[in-house]
């Protein structure tokens, strides 16, 4: 009986060792405000180009295992909207300076607009960011935009 055996060498690698490294290094600025797979992986294809023809889902794959290597994991961000409590006489002033700035600025109604009535999000609404193993707390830096 002849029988065909093959040998399996493991996952093929894509991303080349120091853009691995590249991304480690991104993280690690980036470590306190929310980061994901995705901004990875857009950092690495705005790194080099030639990434944004491969498969995202198994540029992901592979970036997640090299993380898991590096002991960053994924964890939970706490809504800090949550515990947010509104002051009407901060409100207030807050409004009254805004108006104070456009009466000073001399602007133009047409040049005006209230970004609390669109759907740009300057902060990032992932429920989970990437963390180094172990972190019992994580502080994420937010600019307010979604509180």
Known sequence: ??????????????????????????????????????????ELCHHNSKYMSLSLQLLGKQIVRYLEEQCIIFCCVTCVAQNHHYNAAVITDWVGYIN???????????????????????????????????????SIHLIGSNQ
């Open 1 to 42: 009986m002849n029988t065909k055996s093959t040998k399996h060498i493991g996952p093929t690698k894509n991303i080349l060792p120091e853009y691995l490294v590249h991304l480690k290094q991104y993280f690690e600025q980036l470590h306190r405000h929310v980061v994901s797979v995705n901004m990875l992986i857009i």
């Open 100 to 138: 104070e700035q456009i009466v000073s600025g001399k602007y133009q109604a047409s040049t005006i607009v209230n970004i609390d009535e669109t759907n740009i999000d300057f902060d990032l609404t992932s429920a989970t960011t990437l963390a180094n193993k172990g972190e019992q707390t994580i």
